[in-house]
């Protein structure tokens, strides 16, 4: 455990991030399991690829995501959307 006053505060800022991105992954990982349900049934997925798409970007832009990974996600969706 932390000794130092900083030391204290930043275990406790990193706890509180570690959950914010954790929520944030769960609920990508959530579009992208809906996303795939959609095409494998038949459904239009165009808007849920747009939604999808843009949940990636942010969370590229926050940094949970890196830059590179994002790409390739959004990518690999798009390829497996329009196949």
């Known amino acids: 455990m932390a000794n130092h006053k900083s030391a204290k505060k ?3 800022q990193s706890q509180v991030r570690r959950l914010r991105n954790k929520s944030t992954k769960t609920t990508l990982k959530t579009l992208e399991k809906k996303l795939r349900e959609a095409k ?4 239009s997925a165009e808007d849920l690829m747009r939604q999808t798409q843009s949940a990636i970007h942010k969370a590229a ?3 949970i995501l890196h830059k590179k990974t994002a790409s390739r996600k959004i990518s690999r969706l798009t ?5």
């Open 40 to 43: 494998a049934s038949g459904e």
């Open 10 to 12: 930043r275990a406790k």
């Open 79 to 83: 390829k497996f959307v329009n196949a």
């Open 61 to 63: 832009k926050k940094g």
